[in-house]
């Protein structure tokens, strides 16, 4: 399994901003796909995730601002991050292979900087 994280960049506050993550190696109609970004000098924040049945969930941070969705076609997984404020500048991952110990498989992750 392989993912590939792509679309970060440098954006002003209150912009819009799409990350895509880009699967091989599983089907991602069928899987959780999930969302991490991580701060310098902070911890990891889950950010969304996509269940394998098609609903998403997001953290009260995130929620109502960023959507999930899936291209079949692409086998992708995309963020659509909206009315972005500087606190989202990260570095963002997609994941998936979840087990006790955290997630299996991770993308290179792609850094987001929104400027004030």
């Known amino acids: 399994v392989q993912l590939q994280a792509s679309g970060g960049g440098l954006v002003q506050a209150g912009d819009s901003l799409g990350l895509s993550c880009a699967a091989s190696g599983l ?14 000098g902070k911890a990891r924040e889950f950010v969304a995730a996509i269940w394998d049945d098609g609903t998403s969930h997001f953290p009260d941070s995130t929620k109502g601002r960023f ?7 692409k086998n992708s997984v995309n963020l659509t991050m909206n009315n972005l404020a500087p606190e989202d500048t990260a570095v963002y991952y997609c994941a998936t292979g979840h087990t006790t110990r955290g997630y299996t498989y991770w993308g290179q992750g792609t850094q987001v900087t929104v400027s004030s």
């Open 27 to 40: 089907t991602v109609s069928n899987s959780e796909i999930v969302w991490i970004r991580q701060a310098p």
């Open 67 to 73: 959507t999930l969705s899936r291209d079949n076609a």
